[in-house]
Each structure stands twice: as structure tokens, then as C-alpha cells.
Nanobody
Framework: QVQLVEAGGGSVQAGGSLRLSCAAS????????MAWFRQAPGKDREGVAG????????YYGDFVKGRFTISQDNAKNTLYLQMNSLKPEDTAMYYC?????????????????WGQGTQVTVSS
């Protein structure tokens, strides 16, 4: 059973930075799709960034536009999302997701495992 635990959310002013982390357990190190999604109140959950563990493939949502970086630390089984130049519209609950099957990075229904989420609030 894969377990995901996010941390690192908080409140920042526009232009600030945050680094989210997702500690993962119960999965093999290679070949898993792992991704960050976010969901603002009243909006659909949307894909922020994703990667395949053990590979160089990464995915970013169009709205990221070079501001966010996804990375992995295989030794710590941890996924990160470095978020820079944050905007008020980035305010949302951010979720870590994982799945062993191939699929679209930006579609949340293709992911089986989810963390509990961490809140990011950006003020203007």
C-alpha cells in the first residue's frame, strides 16, 4: 500500500517561494508516475507537475511557465515541488499523487494513491 504525506504548505506574499514535499512509502523506486495537483475552492483539481520515478521525464501545467520545479530524492523516497514567483491565483490545496500504471499526468482520475493535501495561500 502506497502512502503519501505532504508538507511545506503555508502562507506567503505574492512573489514569494515555497517548497512542498511528499514523503512516499510502500512503492518501488522506479517506474511510478508521481505528480502534484491542486484544487482551489469551487474549481476542478488540476495537474501542476509530474514525473516518472527513475526517469528524466517531467510534466508541467501550462500555467506554471517556468515558476515551479518538480524533483525527486530517491534515497529519501521524497517528491518535491519548488514554487517560485507565487501569485494569488496559485492559492489552493496541493496534493501529491502516485500510480504504478502508465497514464496522463494531468488527469487526476488516473492516479490511485493520494496524500491528504497541504494548503498554499498567496496574498497580494
Amino acid at each position: 500500500q502506497v502512502q503519501l504525506v505532504e508538507a511545506g504548505g503555508g502562507s506567503v506574499q505574492a512573489g514569494g517561494s515555497l517548497r512542498l514535499s511528499c514523503a512516499a512509502s510502500g512503492y518501488t523506486a522506479r517506474g511510478y508516475r508521481m505528480a502534484w495537483f491542486r484544487q482551489a475552492p469551487g474549481k476542478d483539481r488540476e495537474g501542476v507537475a509530474g514525473l516518472v520515478t527513475g526517469s528524466s521525464y517531467t510534466y508541467y501545467g501550462d500555467f506554471v511557465k517556468g515558476r515551479f520545479t518538480i524533483s525527486q530524492d530517491n534515497a529519501k523516497n521524497t517528491l518535491y515541488l519548488q514554487m517560485n514567483s507565487l501569485k494569488p491565483e496559485d492559492t489552493a490545496m496541493y496534493y501529491c499523487a502516485a500510480d504504478s500504471r502508465a497514464g496522463a499526468m494531468q488527469i487526476p482520475t488516473t492516479f490511485q494513491y493520494w496524500g491528504q493535501g497541504t494548503q498554499v495561500t498567496v496574498s497580494s
